[in-house]
């Protein structure tokens, strides 16, 4: 008959959610609020999302899987977008020395080797399979705290075998665990101790972001442009060499000084520009100008108890698009979004609304995914969240917990933690 409309045939729905929130692009209040929402799902995408009678109205749930949301708040999954998570060992010895001194000496005459070129060697002498075991781990739990997206960056290789080693083992993350691994070729985070900085930059170009390119291990190309690391210059030309190939640019700045790196960011159009703690605000007006949305890590912030944490108001102020992300590494061993949230929160003054669009739609835009997740809408990946919660605050509230109660990957439940008791 004219005007009836043929149902589509559901696979999972989530009824009477009391609070739902789907983070849309348009969403006034940030979040995109609905109260005592519907949410249907066939095969990994969401096919309705909306009040019971707009959801009911276009779904046929007969023979569906149905998840009672009474009492809950459901939201996108988490994106992680800026993470270091495949490492040899541990920095735990100079972590907790470093709560005392952060001099060097004192701590080399502890026995107690620092820093990243520390964490390269542990690296370097680590197994394939002894780091993918080591990452398998915390991305499982990653994902039981919400986050059904995560960006791994190598780095802790400096090496051609040992970046690809990192590489290939993204690859292996991404296949076999129910995640998406987005790969990032940071072979540019510092250079070895027995070679220059210019022969190591001659290697980047010529042999490791060819073969990464060619071996489609990596979507984007990290380096980290800051003072006693690489200039903007140096910073320029690998990035601009790894465009040529393909890989997307992205890039570490303004963390510890402002020598030019966000200028290039905005210069560029990058992907995403990450840290920020000492970017002028002419160029965060730069940066939103150009699209570029910032990635900031308040756990960082915290783990070293940094001189100048990051400003976030001022960037919302130029409507810069926010993204928040873990930092997981060595010497920010975090791997709970939620965690980050309320350290931007009570560290950074970031509202709740603000802190959950950051840490879904925010970091799905910061790795160039905002077409197909990070938040609930119709045709995108049906990546959720069920929160033990019927107020979206809580999850900044409940300090150091979780409050994930569910989380559904692609249209599949991926952990219960009702049935994990």
């Known amino acids: 008959m004219k005007g009836i409309t043929k149902k589509i045939r559901a696979d999972l729905l989530i009824e009477n959610c009391t609070q739902l929130?789907?983070?849309?692009?348009?969403?006034?209040?940030?979040?995109?609020?609905?109260?005592?929402g519907y949410l249907a799902i066939a095969g990994e995408k969401i096919i309705s999302v909306g009040t019971k009678e707009e959801v009911m109205a276009l779904v046929d749930i007969n023979g569906a899987e149905i998840i009672d949301g009474r009492g809950k708040s459901v939201a996108p999954g988490f994106v992680d977008a800026h993470t270091h998570l495949i490492f040899g060992g541990s920095r735990v010895k100079e972590y907790a020395a470093r709560m005392i001194t952060d001099d060097i000496e004192t701590l080399e005459r502890m026995g107690i080797k620092t820093g990243i070129m520390a964490t390269v060697e542990m690296t370097r002498n680590?197994?394939?399979?002894?780091?993918?075991?080591?990452?398998?781990?915390?991305?499982?739990?990653?994902?039981?705290?919400?986050?059904?997206?995560?960006?791994?960056?190598?780095?802790?290789?400096?090496?051609?075998?040992?970046?690809?080693?990192?590489?290939?083992?993204?690859?292996?993350?991404?296949?076999?665990?129910?995640?998406?691994?987005?790969?990032?070729?940071?072979?540019?985070?510092?250079?070895?101790?027995?070679?220059?900085?210019?022969?190591?930059?001659?290697?980047?170009?010529?042999?490791?972001?060819?073969?990464?390119?060619?071996?489609?291990?990596?979507?984007?190309?990290?380096?980290?442009?800051?003072?006693?690391h690489f200039t903007a210059a140096e910073s320029e030309k690998i990035l601009k060499a790894a465009k040529s190939f393909g890989l997307q640019p992205k890039i570490h700045t303004d963390a510890y000084s402002y020598i030019g790196g966000s200028d290039l960011a905005a210069e560029m159009k990058m992907v995403s520009a990450d840290h920020l703690n000492y970017t002028p605000k002419n160029v965060i007006r730069k940066l939103a100008e150009q699209g570029v949305p910032?990635?900031?890590?308040?756990?960082?912030?915290?783990?070293?108890?940094?001189?100048?944490?990051?400003?976030?108001?001022?960037?919302?102020?130029?409507?810069?698009?926010?993204?928040?992300?873990?930092?997981?590494?060595?010497?920010?061993?975090?791997?709970?979004?939620?965690?980050?949230?309320?350290?931007?929160?009570?560290?950074?003054?970031?509202?709740?609304?603000?802190?959950?669009?950051?840490?879904?739609?925010?970091?799905?835009?910061?790795?160039?995914?905002?077409?197909?997740?990070?938040?609930?809408?119709?045709?995108?990946l049906a990546d959720i969240q069920i929160w033990d919660a019927s107020q979206f605050e809580e999850v900044i509230y409940h300090i150091g917990g979780n409050i994930v109660e569910k989380v559904i990957k692609r249209g599949k439940v991926a952990f219960d933690n009702k049935m994990d008791f």
């Open 294 to 380: 910032g990635v900031l890590l308040p756990a960082i912030d915290f783990a070293v108890k940094h001189p100048k944490p990051f400003e976030v108001r001022p960037m919302l102020d130029e409507n810069l698009t926010i993204a928040l992300a873990t930092n997981c590494c060595p010497g920010c061993y975090v791997e709970s979004m939620q965690f980050v949230m309320a350290l931007a929160c009570r560290e950074h003054r970031m509202k709740a609304q603000e802190a959950i669009r950051a840490a879904t739609l925010g970091g799905a835009t910061a790795l160039g995914l905002e077409g197909d997740r990070g938040s609930l809408e119709v045709n995108k």
């Open 21 to 36: 929130l789907t983070c849309r692009k348009d969403a006034g209040d940030l979040i995109g609020l609905i109260e005592n």
């Open 126 to 228: 680590s197994s394939e399979e002894a780091l993918f075991f080591a990452a398998s781990n915390r991305i499982k739990r990653m994902l039981h705290s919400g986050t059904t997206t995560v960006e791994s960056k190598s780095g802790y290789g400096l090496s051609t075998p040992s970046e690809i080693k990192i590489l290939e083992i993204n690859k292996r993350l991404d296949k076999d665990l129910p995640m998406d691994v987005v790969s990032t070729f940071l072979g540019a985070h510092g250079w070895p101790k027995d070679i220059s900085k210019e022969r190591y930059m001659d290697m980047l170009v010529m042999d490791m972001i060819p073969y990464v390119a060619e071996e489609g291990l990596a979507r984007f190309c990290d380096i980290w442009c800051d003072e006693g």
